[in-house]
């Protein structure tokens, strides 16, 4: 893939083997052993039934990861992404439940609403120059407390639209093809991904992404408007927030408003399995989709052992360390 | 509409907390419950509400964001101690940690109910709650009878550290291991929220093709129950713990066998005249088992469930 950087920083392109597509190699392959090994020890792991689970269960973390990766490539952080997620859920609850309008109403003025509250993040950091983990702990707790006024704290349903459940848990793929079950809502994180991932190698934005993270002032000495595309970025990973708020409600059928916090340490671990720089400048979206199966399969086959919840996250925060261990090496050797 | 009205209570309820201390000299006791979200709460809150009318005195209902929130809810507690009210309900997170605190109390001469969860010290007057290790034992009886009294089962438990998550799971197992020899537990898991009990019971239906029965120990436990059965169409049995909206139309539609309700209205009200007993110079017994209720397709519209159950 062509990462341009617009800085001067020495170029990270040496013929095939870029620091980029090692580091996606590495966690390729561990994504590889993981399967092999939960495919060895743990009984029934290997059924195509237990991989729409996987895949399932990556969905929303997957996509909070991609919104998440925009702005730790810019060489910021999104702290918000969880509860905002819970807020847009609740957005598209109000809009479909409580004014009873039809989907698509639903759908597009969740995306906006949470592109809106994201450019608020992003404003506060571009405009008011305050340090992007303060500025997304404080969004944090505003989308988390809103989520919860707005709902008068109790969990909205859609059973007057029972269209809304198809969004992540029907599958259109079987009508086409029957016998493949891949539920909608694994459709919907492959395109955010291609999406993302076409937005950041082959538009303005994503040049400006980069540029940002690498070498911000060098950046605004070229004259980019760097104060608008930080507002955009955040915008950006805020209107995909929508998309996980109308995942998860679409799958439990109902705006959980108490829900959310702690999905976006899930989201930037993904980000970080993946190979993306919490330093900023470096990151591919399908590292980061490769970040969260990894995530996903160790949770699905440590459940499937039987391993208790406790070690489960021990473990995973030990997957965490070392992913970021061979980006510090592989850094090293580039 | 109702939302609003909601939202309207919710802000009344706000600024009689801020007024609290203006008109100390009416009787006045603050409630803090363990979390405000769940509607198991709002429930409690609406018992706590109209007997406090009732009995003339004036309360305030408030409850950390989440539930596993310890220190929070301490902060709350010594801010409504230090208001000197005339009696405190406290349902305490952890039923060790905050006893400290609870002894601050204790000496200011105020009076103490706990409920739902119980404190592990003689400084409450009394407890008001279900009897969680019963009541998840009638759980299990539902399920073994719905299974034949044989086969696998699992269980999902909302968390390992407080007071109801431990009870219901050790009541659940208890049960089995005391009266049902030939089922066997092959899998106890934990599970905080909706989406990650889903997912949760999604790899134990993997793991256990021969499983029969789940039993998930709390309402987002039980959403999470619902959905994993309707995603995979597993047919086993379902057995749940509440109440809301999803988990009484899974059980209203057969998705799950049917669920057990505590009685949230009942535990507010019992907070409260308990309190208000307490002023009257009245003893009062250790606890007061509030009851709880097995629910099913084919009772659960019996004005007595029904009173019970909310959305």
Partial sequence: ?334 | MKKTLIASVVALASTTMLCAPAMAQETYFPIIAKGFSHQFWQAVKLGAESAAERNGVSITFEGPNTEAEIDKQTDILNAAIAKKPQGLGFAALDSQAQVPALQKAADAGIPIVAFDSGVESDLPLTTCTTDNMAAAAAGADGLAKAIGEEGEVAAVIHDQTSATGIGRRDGFLNRLAEAYPNITVVDVQYANDALKATETIKAILQAHPNLKGIFASNEGAAIGLAVALKETGSGIVGVGFDSGKTQKDAVRAGELLGSITQNPVGIGECVVDSLAKALAGETLPTTIDTGFYWYDATNMDSPEIAAVLYD
């Fill in chain 1, 1 to 334: 893939m062509t990462e341009t950087t617009l800085a001067p920083a020495a170029p990270e392109k040496t013929g095939f083997l870029t620091v980029a597509t090692l580091q996606k190699a590495v966690a390729f392959v561990v994504l590889i052993l993981l399967l092999g090994f939960f495919s060895l020890f743990a009984p029934n792991f290997a059924q195509w039934s237990n991989m729409v689970n996987i895949m399932q269960a990556t969905a929303v973390n997957g996509v909070l990861g991609v919104a998440v990766t925009f702005v730790i490539i810019s060489a910021g952080i999104d702290l918000s992404v969880g509860t905002m997620m819970t807020l847009t859920a609740v957005i598209a609850g109000l809009i479909l439940t409580n004014a009873g309008l039809p989907l698509p109403f639903g759908v597009v003025g969740a995306m906006l609403f949470g592109g809106f509250m994201g450019a608020i993040s992003g404003a506060c950091i571009a405009k008011l120059k305050i340090p992007p983990f303060i500025a997304t702990l404080g969004m944090m707790q505003i989308a988390r407390g809103l989520a919860l006024v707005f709902s008068g704290a109790k969990p909205i349903y859609f059973n007057d639209t029972p269209s809304y459940y198809y969004i992540s848990s029907g599958s259109v793929i079987t009508r086409l093809i029957p016998g493949l079950e891949v539920p909608n809502g694994v459709l919907v994180m492959f395109g955010v991904a291609i999406a993302a991932a076409v937005i950041l190698n082959r538009s303005i934005l994503g040049r400006y992404i980069f540029a940002l993270g690498s070498n911000e002032e060098a950046a605004r000495l070229s004259g980019v408007n760097v104060d608008m595309w930080k507002i955009v970025t955040y915008g950006l990973s805020g209107l995909i927030c929508g998309v996980g708020g109308l995942l998860i409600s679409s799958r439990l059928n109902s705006a959980q408003p108490a829900l959310g916090l702690g999905y976006e340490l899930d989201a930037i671990a993904a980000a970080v399995i993946g190979g993306t720089s919490l330093s900023g400048g470096r990151g591919t979206i399908l590292g980061t989709i490769i970040g969260a199966f990894i995530m996903s399969v160790l949770t699905n086959g440590l459940r499937v052992m039987g391993v208790q919840e406790e070690w489960k996250i021990v473990i995973t925060g030990i997957i965490i360390i070392a992913a970021v261990y061979v980006d510090t090496v592989l850094r090293k050797k580039a």
